[in-house]
């Protein structure tokens, strides 16, 4: 075939690079398949956590700016634990709010903070102030945890019971299930929300049953207070600070926990404006990560042959760039191709199937991830059964819409902005 794009070596470069992304998205995340059997096998022979030895005493922490829609039910969700009320105290951090969030949470019981700082800006600046104010303003009350909550939060009424019995079995840090209040919105909402019960159920309850570290997502968690006193306090600063301390922790050989019994529900984006500027933020804060922990990790898993720096590693590494520089490579010799003259059909023939053959890949990859997890988490789901199945087929869309979000990450300064939660549900409507 004539032209500069008819040659065989044209084709068999298209060919060779095509195999070569594939072989390393396979040897990078195959682990992830074998999370999933690992999670289904241990259903089967499923035992509950032995009841804890003592009941320990804690502290739930929520950094709230301009939540009065639903920071009371939170609260209220928190003082109806079955779990003695001596031993939980609630702090609310006003985080430079200009509505009357603060007066809502003392109302609803909460002690409060207000908190006025436009140059520390974030919920990791909010949630140090508020360590630091315990430590010193409440030393002599003897918290021995402290929760992590945000605003729009519900707990199932065991939550803090189930919790407890973790942290009594040794762990410093433990993370809990995360359903949603809000599945059946749209699919947006159940997008997210499907994410969040994929990582629950096959990723973090997986790494349990298996012994290696779990990762804190967002809210919903419990740390030592000895642990954050080693580290002055929370010093977590970046985008996403959650992630940012899962991986300190597996840095430092510190194991992070997960109670499948400790339900958490909460409020996901419902416009994709919404949706488009938190996940926003969660890829500039991966990347954030990635640039100030990659060498650590790597170092991790070389030196010390940890399993969970590996882990953490794939987890923020910038995988979807991988995915885009092949489907990049491939249109570019696709145009190149059609431009040729004459135009170099057996090369527009390949890098078009692969270009189409990737998106299959992943949809139906993503479609496998989404349906088990409807199919596993079926009756926790709080919707219809024909939008479960529907939002199972959206779900791979949903995580599409990705590929834009990581494409403007890379190049545009993001800053930390909150998320308007109007969905006001109490507990009982979960129960």
Same mark, same amino acid.
């Given at each position: ?21 594939? $072989?390393?998205?396979? $040897? ?8 999933? +059997? ?16 003592? !009941? ?13 829609? +639903?920071?009371?039910? *939170? ?19 006003? #985080? =430079? ?30 949630? #140090?102030?508020?360590? !630091? ?39 410093? +840090? ?11 919105? =749209? ?6 929300? *499907? ?8 990723? =973090? ?44 922790? $597996? ?12 339900? *958490? ?8 404006? !919404? ?35 590996? #882990? ?26 059609? *431009? ?65 979000? $990581? ?7 993001? /800053? ?11 507990? /009982?409507?979960?129960?």
């Amino acid at each position: 075939m004539a032209g500069p794009f008819g040659g065989i070596k044209v084709l068999q470069f298209i060919q060779g690079f095509n195999l070569l992304i594939f $072989a390393l998205f396979t $040897a990078f995340y195959a682990y992830q398949l074998f999370y999933v +059997v690992a999670a289904l096998w241990h259903d089967r022979k499923r035992t509950p956590m032995p009841e804890a030895k003592k !009941q320990h005493k804690f502290a739930a922490i929520i950094s709230a700016r301009n939540e009065r829609a +639903v920071i009371s039910e *939170l609260v209220r969700s928190i003082k109806m634990q079955n779990y003695p009320a001596e031993l939980l105290d609630v702090f609310v951090v006003a #985080d =430079n709010c200009t509505d009357d969030t603060a007066e809502v949470a003392e109302r609803a019981g909460a002690i409060v903070f207000k908190r006025f700082n436009r140059t520390e800006v974030g919920k990791g600046y909010a949630l #140090d102030y508020a360590f !630091q104010r315990i430590e010193k303003e409440y030393a002599s009350a003897g918290y021995e945890g402290y929760f992590i909550f945000d605003a729009d939060n519900l707990l199932d009424r065991n939550y803090v019971a189930e919790m407890n019995k973790v942290f009594d079995s040794g762990y410093r +840090v433990i993370t809990s299930y995360r359903n949603s209040k809000n599945f059946d919105s =749209n699919w947006i909402s159940a997008g997210s929300a *499907l994410w969040f019960l994929r990582e629950s159920k096959f990723l =973090n309850n997986s790494r349990m049953i298996l012994g290696t570290n779990c990762a804190v997502s967002g809210t919903g968690f419990l740390v030592a207070c000895d642990v954050l006193r080693a580290r002055g306090g929370w010093k977590y600063h970046l985008l996403t600070e959650d992630i940012q301390f899962s991986i300190d922790c $597996a840095c430092e050989g510190e194991r992070v926990g997960y109670c499948s019994t400790a339900v *958490l529900y909460d409020e996901q984006p419902v416009t994709f404006e !919404q949706s488009w500027n938190q996940r926003l933020r969660w890829s500039k804060g991966f990347y954030q990560v990635f640039a100030r922990y990659g060498r650590k990790l790597f170092g991790g898993v070389i030196k010390r042959r940890s399993f969970s720096c590996y #882990d953490m590693l794939m987890t923020v590494a910038p995988a979807m760039l991988l995915t885009l520089a092949s489907v990049a490579v491939n249109a570019f010799l696709l145009v190149s191709a059609l *431009l040729s003259t004459p135009v170099a059909v057996s090369v527009v023939r390949v890098t078009l199937s692969s270009i189409l053959s990737s998106f299959g890949g992943f949809y139906l990859t993503l479609l496998f991830f989404g349906a088990v997890t409807v199919i596993t988490e079926w009756k926790h789901i709080n919707t219809t059964a024909a939008r479960k199945v529907l939002y199972t087929f959206t779900f791979p869309l949903f995580i599409f819409t990705y590929i834009p979000i $990581a494409i403007v990450a890379l190049f545009r300064k993001i /800053e930390w902005k909150p998320i308007a939660h109007t969905i006001s549900k109490s507990i /009982e409507e979960f129960q």
